[in-house]
């Protein structure tokens, strides 16, 4: 089948929930695609930063063959040694106590948003105690709940009534969030750097301020790493970026290396918050995804493949920010966004998808998230893509 009768038949049989790119990926390596035309492109978005090993990893794809050959799937009546392994490693590195597992970011978050209620409900018997404080401009998902937690109008839109008890305070207001503490919340909840929301990083202040107030009111602390996470900004979490330690991290995305799984990490009393019958979910800790998200944290934890990380990261930076009309780049580690001036970021994505490069945008800036296994010569070339047509409006 050629890309356009795949096309065809996708737009015939799914329903149009996505503005898509005409573009049907069929094969890769690494940071490049290749699709049914046989046409290659190099990309920087890895599947909004999911294939954070790039496409068809040797390693990752013997892993998950193995496993898928011995047992694809128990329920969650039983145990397996594939997800034990993963979750142990998981907490261990990121210094958190147990996890839980789902399969996606928003359902990641449903958790932490059920885990944070319940235990407040728990400790002080008051179900008014159920605020959560969320960002302006953040993202949380899809389901009904995350969106109600995403502080961005538009998304509240068509699908009411949407979940009561979020409230929205601007990032990087100290004293709007200062404003926004009373006797009903139980949580704050915010991404290190807001993704779809324009790749803005939090200023470390604030941050120190969502702590601070936490400690002082009992709040849960509640990271959404779903993006952040899983070596995007060259550390493991973007908490490390800020010295902080939250109760609840979500981690998803890049996670399994391009399978599906989201998972809700827990600390020090949030982590026997649920018991039997309270949450669940029927594919998670699948062992097939563990046996893929382990070769992913194999990686993670060799320094050597950090320190490589950290270099890549700057030099992909430095890239960035030397092309032609961008004004200035934000982010951390493979997690960046350039401001441009005189080409709208739609019209750059368009074009770079033309000469065979695939970026993506975030509100109005151009937006990066390339497998963190990208080569230099894999920059150097997108960068030359971009370039060219930066050079030409
Ligand atoms: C910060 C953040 N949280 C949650 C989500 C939702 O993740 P998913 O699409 O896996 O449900 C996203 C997706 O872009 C995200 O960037």
């Not at 046989?38 to 794809?61: H, M, P, Q, R, V």
């Amino acid at each position: 089948m050629n890309a356009k009768e795949i096309i065809d038949r996708y737009n015939g049989a799914v329903i149009g929930s996505y503005g898509r790119l005409d573009l049907a990926l069929e094969s890769g390596s690494g940071a490049r695609g290749v699709d049914a035309d046989g046409k290659t492109f190099i990309d920087f978005g890895s599947g909004i930063g999911t294939n954070s090993l790039g496409y068809a990893d040797e390693e990752w794809a013997d892993a998950v063959s193995a496993q898928a050959h011995r047992m694809q799937h128990t329920s969650n009546y039983y145990y397996n040694a594939t997800a034990a392994a993963f979750a142990e490693k998981l907490t261990q590195m990121t210094g958190t106590d147990k996890l839980f597992f789902g399969n996606s970011g928003a359902e990641a978050n449903e958790c932490a948003i059920k885990i944070a209620r319940k235990r407040s409900f728990d400790k002080y018997g008051d179900p008014a105690r159920s605020t959560i404080i969320t960002l302006v401009n953040s993202f949380h998902g899809r389901t009904v709940t995350t969106l109600s937690a995403t502080g961005q109008e538009h998304f509240h839109q068509y699908f009411f009534p949407f979940t009561p008890g979020f409230r929205y305070v601007e990032a990087n207001n100290t004293q709007a969030l200062r404003e926004a503490v009373d006797g009903t919340v139980c949580a704050i909840m915010f991404e290190f750097i807001q993704g779809e929301g324009g790749v803005n990083v939090l200023e470390s202040g604030f941050v120190d301020e969502i702590f601070a107030l936490a400690d002082r009111y009992d709040l849960a602390t509640i990271s959404d790493e779903v993006q952040t996470g899983v070596g995007r900004t060259a550390k493991l979490l973007a908490a490390e970026h800020f010295g902080v330690k939250p109760d609840i991290v979500t981690l998803a995305k890049g996670l399994g290396g391009g399978l599906p799984i989201g998972v809700c990490l827990t600390r020090g009393e949030y982590a026997d918050v649920l018991t039997p019958g309270t949450h669940g979910s029927t594919f998670g800790g699948n062992p097939v995804v563990c046996a893929g998200g382990l070769v992913v944290l194999k990686r993670l934890s060799d320094p050597a493949f950090m320190e490589e990380l950290s270099r890549k990261a700057d030099y992909f930076r430095g890239s960035l920010a030397a092309l032609p009309r961008v004004k200035s780049v934000s982010g951390l580690g493979l997690m960046l966004g350039a401001e441009l001036e005189g080409i709208a970021a739609a019209d750059l994505l368009r074009a770079a998808f033309e000469k065979g490069l695939l970026v993506l945008t975030a509100k109005s800036k151009l937006r990066c998230l390339p497998p963190l296994t990208i080569t230099y010569e894999q920059i150097d070339a997108g960068m030359a893509i971009l370039r060219e047509i930066l050079e030409k409006c």
